[in-house]
T-cell receptor, first 115, second 115 residues
Framework: AQKITQTQPGMFVQEKEAVTLDCTYDTSDPSYGLFWYKQPSSGEMIFLIYQGSYDQQNATEGRYSLNFQKARKSANLVISASQLGDSAMYFCAMKEVSNTGKLIFGQGTTLQVKP | DAGVIQSPRHEVTEMGQEVTLRCKPISGHDYLFWYRQTMMRGLELLIYFNNNVPIDDSGMPEDRFSAKMPNASFSTLKIQPSEPRDSAVYFC?????????????FGPGTRLTVL
């Protein structure tokens, strides 16, 4: 079974608008972390934002926020005021305390920002 | 501060040749990870080290792959002999701990092409 599911292979958004990238996860571990990474066309993996399973509030980092719904096991990334430089592949990933070290990635969502 | 450094950035070799990929983790990070990214399989963890000791190598595809970490600031991933199906982007990442709260920071990757 997929531990991390990103159902949107590709997304388009108009510049300056907000966009939500979906991520659902599957774990029975009560302690885990959720991460989002950005991979632009140049290929590097850039860490964006982290959410811990026990965190009471949704994580935010500048224009990035994580809409964490624990009961639904979803951790959607929200990018506000999209910029052309946001065009990239976005990966959701999970790390379980019981499975230390293993960062499990979803298949990714390609985001294209239109001018 | 310098991030994770990988070399070479690109490698083209012929089937049967030995390939060595190199990684320098972020100073002070005691966990080092090797990942492989392909279109078919996405991002997958190959092996990770803690304090220079291999902890989990269950992701190493076969005996042709080996990894070493002779000291805290250097690791190698070797493929011998290389095959066309090894063509992929290989990432090295490092972190301070491997509990769910700790972020892995990735290097720029090595794009390997085996002809």
């Amino acid at each position: 079974a997929q531990k991390i599911t990103q159902t949107q292979p590709g997304m388009f958004v108009q510049e300056k608008e907000a966009v939500t990238l979906d991520c659902t996860y599957d774990t029975s571990d009560p302690s885990y972390g959720l991460f989002w990474y950005k991979q632009p066309s140049s290929g590097e993996m850039i860490f964006l934002i982290y959410q811990g399973s026990y965190d009471q509030q949704n994580a935010t980092e500048g224009r990035y926020s994580l809409n964490f719904q624990k009961a639904r096991k979803s951790a959607n990334l929200v990018i506000s005021a999209s910029q052309l430089g946001d065009s990239a592949m976005y990966f959701c990933a999970m790390k379980e305390v019981s499975n230390t070290g293993k960062l499990i990635f979803g298949q990714g969502t390609t985001l294209q920002v239109k001018p | 501060d310098a991030g994770v450094i990988q070399s070479p950035r690109h490698e083209v070799t012929e089937m049967g040749q030995e390939v060595t990929l190199r990684c320098k983790p972020i100073s002070g990070h005691d966990y080092l990870f090797w990942y492989r990214q392909t279109m078919m399989r996405g991002l997958e963890l190959l092996i990770y080290f803690n304090n220079n000791v291999p902890i989990d190598d269950s992701g190493m595809p076969e005996d042709r792959f080996s990894a070493k970490m002779p000291n805290a600031s250097f690791s190698t991933l070797k493929i011998q002999p290389s095959e066309p199906r090894d063509s992929a982007v290989y990432f090295c990442a490092s972190s301070t701990r491997t509990l769910s709260t700790d972020t892995q920071y990735f290097g720029p990757g090595t794009r390997l092409t085996v002809l």
